[in-house]
């Protein structure tokens, strides 16, 4: 079993900048990705940035193109979403998920990741 653990989360105005924290614990493995989704109020889970084990591979959603970058540190089992230039339309939770099979053509599919986070809320101001 993995456990994730979000951070970072807050309110920030329109233009500036947060960064998330996402941890894990629990069983860890050598492969497959991580990555972050996010749900605003009434909408579905979309995704955001997902980033391979290695840290050598990443992606993103195109509203976020430009603005988020994903990165992670083995050492501390913690991946990171820096998140520039937000916008009021980036208000969500943000949820880390992880699986350890995933293939780098499912990334996007939230029904693909097995393990998942609680969340952390970010709230971004006009």
């Known amino acids: 079993q993995v456990q994730l653990v979000e951070s970072g989360g807050g309110l920030v105005q329109a233009g500036g900048s947060l960064r998330l924290s996402c941890t894990a614990s629990?069983?860890?493995?050598?492969?497959?990705?991580m990555g972050w989704f996010r749900q605003a109020l009434g909408k579905e889970r979309e995704f955001v940035a997902a980033?391979?084990?290695?840290?050598?591979?990443?992606a993103y959603a195109d509203s976020v193109k430009g603005r988020f970058t994903v990165s992670r540190d083995n050492a501390k089992i913690t991946v990171y979403l820096e998140m520039n230039s937000l916008k009021p339309e980036d208000t969500a939770v943000y949820y880390c998920?992880?699986?350890?099979?995933?293939?780098?053509?499912?990334?996007?599919?939230?029904?693909?990741?097995?393990?998942w986070g609680q969340g952390t809320q970010v709230t971004v101001s006009s």
């Open positions: 629990g069983r860890t493995f050598s492969s497959g990705y």
């Open positions: 980033i391979s084990r290695s840290g050598g591979n990443t």
């Open positions: 998920a992880a699986d350890p099979w995933l293939a780098r053509g499912k990334v996007a599919d939230k029904d693909e990741y097995t393990f």
